[in-house]
């Protein structure tokens, strides 16, 4: 399948109706995940904010995990080592674990699996799949909401000239981008950057107003190769961060393109940007020459590390 | 002052008192804290598992937050305004409030404070003090354990000559230090881009093992623009992650500069990689004829955001 065609699948994986089935009484959550299928615990972390959520993404998780504990392990493939490996550790502890997988080892480990329906697609791109039964469990979003999205990156699918024009940018120039988030979007900045890494075959990196300006603000106002990059800043409604990415611009003198997330409620706006770099990582990747869906070098990796 | 004392006062530091009087019980920790004074907690999250830790580098905290909750409010200044409203939020919820500071407006506000006896630093080289009241209250150092850190770090500040060899390759490539981290120093990663952009004045970014292997391996194995990096892995102790190091490296054609954080204990070897860091990036600065403690910058923008 074309890449592009999993790209546009993610609307249609809006209306996945999996959901937790048994959400016993818990203190905290704990999600294991790492990269494409990882991101989808990052977003919900701070979407979601009634108890401590704790991200685990490498082989163990933290010795709090308890019977008070839900579990969450993400991983499309279900395969995912480390995942896997912090899935069982959990469940020694004695956690109520849920996988949220397409199938693999990881069906057979959790005391409740919420299967996905399609096993075809790349993890990166089926983000809906894995994000939106945490969405539904913990009622972060309402059908309108929902069905409002579905539109808008109906309508993103059929235009995305604007993001050609961004990765046009990028390509033409050599450029690494940066991606600045701001609350509640933080995670998506994130989920630019790796989609830059895994579709557009170039290194990326993201961090978040009002934190980088106690760091990068001060190489933001050399000249040392500052000519490299191409940088992204999400648009705020926070009057105090709207003055700081202003200011910061202008005594930085740094060009930041501003990237509006549209949308009436939080749900299209996390979409909507979402979507956004999703098309400009692919255009980096089709303009690059390089096939976005190519992994061979993480399969190459996946090969040799099992030696 | 000269940035260099600031440096090595480090070693000073880590016999700092300070600590937690009223440590009722709680069932999680929230830290809210930026930049410099930030990465205590950070640092903190990483090597404390007990309870669940959440990190606020923003002006509002989760909703969670109540009288079960123990609020660590991290501002060398005092007068960080982010921290100072996260603080005054979670004191609204019921929270316990403890302050470490050496000074400002939040000595009048947290339930507890503990003050820093030097106001005199920068808050990146107050690290010791921040994070000691954390590393005390929590049992996570011995005192030979302290001891041995502090000649470790004495050891460093008469020889660090492979940190400036560091610098120097850096600086005369005009180079991007990339810093991918590994369990239990993921943070430390953290500390050397932050570190990077505030005495170096140049821009770096940090990643870790394993997450990067789903990611960042991709462009690790292209072309474009890679000569612009310089790459710093801290070395694990884990065969799995070991493995991947060395199979990443492999398959990406990638030099990575490993760094052996060494020392007996987990607290040393923490600090000695801190330390590392620090010289790598002070060195940057010095080579680039860049005051590393020049934050003219950053004053200028606190004062055009307040207006």
Redesign the interface.
Same mark, same amino acid.
């Given at each position: 399948m074309k890449y592009i065609e999993e790209l546009q699948s993610l609307k249609e994986q809006l209306l996945f109706k999996g959901s937790i089935k048994d959400v016993e009484p818990f203190?905290?959550i704990v999600i294991g995940g790492?990269?494409?299928s990882?991101i989808a615990g990052k977003i919900f972390q701070e979407i979601y904010?009634?108890?401590?959520?704790?991200l685990v993404?490498?082989?163990?998780g933290?010795?709090?995990i308890s019977k008070k504990t839900l579990f969450i392990a993400l991983s499309y493939s279900g395969n995912t080592?480390?995942t896997v490996s912090s899935l069982m550790q959990a469940k020694s502890k004695g956690a109520y674990t849920v996988a949220i997988t397409s199938g693999g080892k990881i069906m057979d480990l959790g005391d409740e699996v919420i299967k996905i329906p399609r096993s075809d697609l790349q993890p990166r791109a089926a983000l809906g799949y894995l994000l939106m039964p945490l969405i539904r469990t913990f009622s972060l979003a309402n059908a309108s909401e929902i069905t409002r999205t579905y539109k808008a990156l109906k309508s993103m699918d059929e235009n995305n000239y604007k993001c050609k024009k961004y990765a046009e940018e990028i390509v033409s120039n +050599?450029?690494?981008p !940066?991606i600045y988030g701001v609350?509640p979007f933080k995670s998506i900045a994130y989920r630019w950057?790796?989609q830059?890494?895994?579709n557009?075959?170039?290194?990326a990196?993201s961090?978040?107003f009002?934190?980088l300006?106690?760091?990068?603000?001060?190489?933001?106002?050399?000249t040392?190769?500052?000519n490299?990059?191409c940088f992204f800043v999400f648009n705020s409604t926070?009057e105090?961060i709207l +003055?700081?990415i202003s !200011?910061?611009s202008?005594?930085?003198k740094t060009k930041f393109h501003m990237i509006a997330p549209k949308g009436d409620s939080l749900f299209e706006r996390l979409f909507y940007l979402v979507h956004y770099g999703d098309y400009i990582s692919y255009h980096v990747g089709m303009l690059?020459g390089k096939d976005p869906s190519d992994?061979t070098?993480?399969s190459?990796?996946k090969q040799?590390?099992s030696k």
């Open positions: 203190e905290n790492m990269g494409g990882g904010s009634d108890k401590p959520v704790h993404d490498d082989y163990k933290p010795s709090f080592e480390e +050599k450029l690494m !940066v609350s950057k790796t830059f890494n895994e557009g075959k170039i290194l990196y961090s978040s009002p934190e300006d106690h760091n990068d603000v001060l190489p933001l106002g050399e040392y190769n500052k490299g990059f926070e105090r +003055k700081r !200011v910061t202008e005594i930085t690059r992994i070098l993480l190459k990796l040799m590390i």
